[in-house]
């Protein structure tokens, strides 16, 4: 079946400067982590994919190893490119990264030149791109000079293969380092992919205001703390969840749903219902309602989640008493 997409799709999504740069982001972007592997039924991704555009969501986030097996969501993305978005690949962000492990030897972990090269091409090819919009450096490598890492990123810019470079899960002070030496070689870092959530804020303790002084831009994943900040666990482990498919890689298992967890989820979920708002609504909102956040990177499993989490976007003010209440809850 082809694909028209919504004519509408501009006039409801919220788009916001990417820290100091031209560019423009959705305040909520589509990540594909999990749900879009050879695991994966491909018209379920698809379905997915359609209804993000269609909603206003031009940023899809990926990198080299995810899906499952590793390499097959950037396999599949590609696949769905082709039959479905081609003609709109200009109204695209597409991001990959390097950085964790992806195939044996010396060369396929960390941050080496050599392995950010051949990365970013199997990734190209893989996806059937000729570039991508934005490529980061996937974790920070204790070993590897930061400059080299760096200057691989500067020279895949200077290659063409990447419009934009990014650092994902670089701690404050190595942070501000990567972007001083991508300042001096001519490519500013673009933007920062952390962790962050209701359950894990640690980027509020410095990260957010060196990004903000270096006109970087910030783009939290796991903002429902891989569905436990929804209404999903609230009774139990429903089958189709992601801490019941042990997916490995990263990916959230039951023993991480305690009951604590379980009882703040609950509080919240009132305090969601005080608003008018579903919990993952509240949660993304609570990501969203601080300006130096760019976007905010959420997965789905399927396309109403899309549907449903998107709507963050209609109430993500809150007032000075409902934000102690979360701080109380969350204690
Ligand atoms: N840079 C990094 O190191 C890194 C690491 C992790 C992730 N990421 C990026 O961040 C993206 C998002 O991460 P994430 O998938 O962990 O994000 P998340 O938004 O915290 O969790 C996504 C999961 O939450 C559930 N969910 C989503 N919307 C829902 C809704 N409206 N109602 C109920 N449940 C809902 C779904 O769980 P079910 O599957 O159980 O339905 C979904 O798979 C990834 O795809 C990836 O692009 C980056």
Known sequence: MSYTPNTERYKSMEYRRCGRSGLKLPAVSLGLWHNFGHIDPLEKCRAILRTAFDSGITHFDLANNYGQPSGSAEENFGTILKKDFKPYRDELIISSKAGYTMWPGPYGDWGSKKYLVSSLDQSLKRMGLEYVDIFYHHRPDPETPLEETMSALDLIVRQGKALYVGISNYRAEEAKKAIEILKRLGTPCLIHQPKYSMFDRWIEGGLLDVLDAEGVGCIPFSPLAQGLLTNKYLNGIPEDSRAARHLGNGAMEEDQITESKIKKIQQLNELAKERGQSLAQM?????????????????????????????????????????????????
């Not at 309602?289 to 990177?297: A, E, G, H």
């Not at 998107?310 to 109430?315: G, H, K, V």
């Open 283 to 331: 949660a993304l909102a609570w990501v969203v309602k601080d300006p130096r956040i760019t976007s905010v990177l959420i997965g789905v499993s399927k396309p109403e989640q899309v549907t449903d989490s998107i709507r963050c976007l209609e109430n993500y003010s809150f007032s000075q008493e409902e934000l102690d209440k979360i701080n109380n809850i969350l204690k």
